[in-house]
């Protein structure tokens, strides 16, 4: 994501400018916009006219518009956001009300203002975005006879591309002719199909998984083959080709995959990585039963009060998909807890609920907490106290700090007297 210009206000208010530049983008669009924020983008209109001779005649216009949000739909597989909402801003071609919506297109810009202010969360998002050390991609392969997932694992997504699936005889005595011949067929067609899905120089490792033999198999199928075609693109990136062990050649067996010590070794850099590592660590901690490890929306909470997830190595783990809430005061209370953790000197990793550990940590309740000291008795306080925690739950967009981006500096803008502060 390109930052092409910002106006963000040390008090939250403003507009920022992005520009999506790979499919990646669009997924911190989509955890970026929310109901009733205003965004102005380009639009095609279905415009109809009465022309000279009375009759109506309907063309595709293109123009800009501004709508407030009301939903946003997000295709992963694709890569595509359409946003909805109302037209803000009539123009000559649309009047101000009439819904209207904008699919979001890579290289367009588009400008965002947020409808309750920019708190910390959007900040990082935008923070996130716009970093130009993001990227690293990871094709997985998990597999087994006759059977493949190809999947597409960026820094907050797990994509599946595509799906084969072939009947392969059984290897039997007097058949085993017939199973090599349908074992070559599959892997020839699951070796054209990755060709397609992977950019050798872009995709850091190519992950091969299966019970048994299956994935060293096509491994070396896919080098033979490569070889007599002498494929140039893939010959000098056999490195990138890792073989593990799965317990199936379904998608549920993708989860033990990334946690694999081949993977994580290779990886340790990348944030699903980082991600996997935490939530082992939690887990861990959780079967000791020493008191040290929470999860659960009351418990993290109390927690975070008591101090206990602070500096010395307390980590909140939280799932993005907590901030995507449409209720004001829910999402006011997630940044609130976010901020107060950080305040405390603590932790915090957004967990990618497009990620299997990001899964993991849904099944939690969306959130948890690795503390500094034990703590007892968290699921037993009074529930009148936490209610009250959460009406009284503020944004603190007021005191946010300014995003950087490794690029020119913009020009403060000189009207207003309220400080601008920089992304």
């Not at 939250?12 to 520009?19: A, D, F, P, R, Y």
């Not at 916009?33 to 000279?52: F, G, H, L, S």
């Not at 850099?269 to 861990?284: C, G, L, N, Q, V």
């Not at 925690?389 to 007297?417: H, Y």
Request: with cysteine; net charge negative; hydrophobic share 35%.
């Amino acid at each position: 994501m390109r930052l092409i210009k910002q106006n963000i206000r040390k008090k939250g208010s403003g507009t920022v400018m992005l520009m999506p530049e790979v499919p990646e983008d669009m997924w911190h669009a989509y955890n970026l916009i929310r109901q009733n924020d205003i965004i102005t983008a380009p639009a095609i209109r279905r415009v109809k006219r009465e022309n000279a001779t009375g009759s109506t005649v309907t063309n595709r216009v293109h123009t800009t518009l501004q709508i407030v949000v009301t939903s946003v739909d997000f295709d992963a597989q694709a890569g595509q956001l359409h946003v909805s909402g109302k037209v803000a801003e009539e123009n000559e071609y649309v009047d101000a009300g009439q819904y209207h919506t904008l699919d979001l297109e890579l290289n367009r810009n588009f400008t965002l203002e947020k409808s309750q202010g920019w708190d910390s969360v959007s900040i990082d998002v935008v923070r996130e975005a716009i970093d130009p050390r993001k990227g690293a991609e990871v094709v997985a392969v998990v597999m087994q006879d006759g059977l493949a997932n190809i999947c597409l694992i960026t820094e907050h997504q797990t994509i599946l591309q595509q799906r084969l699936e072939t009947t392969i005889p059984r290897k039997r005595q007097g058949r085993i002719a017939d199973h090599e011949k349908g074992l070559t067929k599959f892997f020839q067609t699951l070796y054209e199909t990755l060709l397609r899905h992977v950019d050798f120089e872009v995709h850091k490792a190519i992950l091969l998984a299966s019970p048994g033999f299956t994935a060293a198999s096509f491994q070396k199928f896919v080098f033979d083959t490569a070889s007599s075609s002498q494929n140039k693109a893939l010959l000098p990136n056999r490195e990138k080709f890792i073989v593990i062990h799965s317990s199936s050649g379904h998608l549920h067996a993708l989860n033990e995959v990334l946690k694999s010590p081949e993977v994580l070794a290779r990886l340790k850099d990348t944030k699903f990585a980082t991600e996997s590592r935490s939530i082992d660590e939690f887990h861990a901690l959780l079967r000791k039963d020493d008191g040290r490890a929470w999860y659960g929306p009351k418990e993290v909470t109390r927690a975070v009060e008591k101090g206990a997830v602070g500096r010395g190595g307390g980590l909140l783990l939280i799932s993005n998909q907590l901030f995507r809430s449409q209720e004001i005061a829910i999402r006011a209370r997630w940044v609130a807890l976010v901020d107060k953790v950080k305040e405390q000197g603590g932790e915090v990793r957004v967990f990618s609920s497009q990620h299997e550990s990001g899964k993991r940590l849904e099944g939690l309740g969306g959130i948890a907490a690795i503390l500094t000291f034990p703590l007892d008795d968290l699921d037993e306080g009074d529930d009148d106290e936490d209610d009250e925690a959460e009406r009284n739950a503020e944004t603190s967009a007021g005191d946010i700090e300014p995003i950087q981006q490794n690029t020119a500096s913009l020009p403060d803008d000189p009207s207003g007297p309220d400080e601008q502060m920089r992304i």
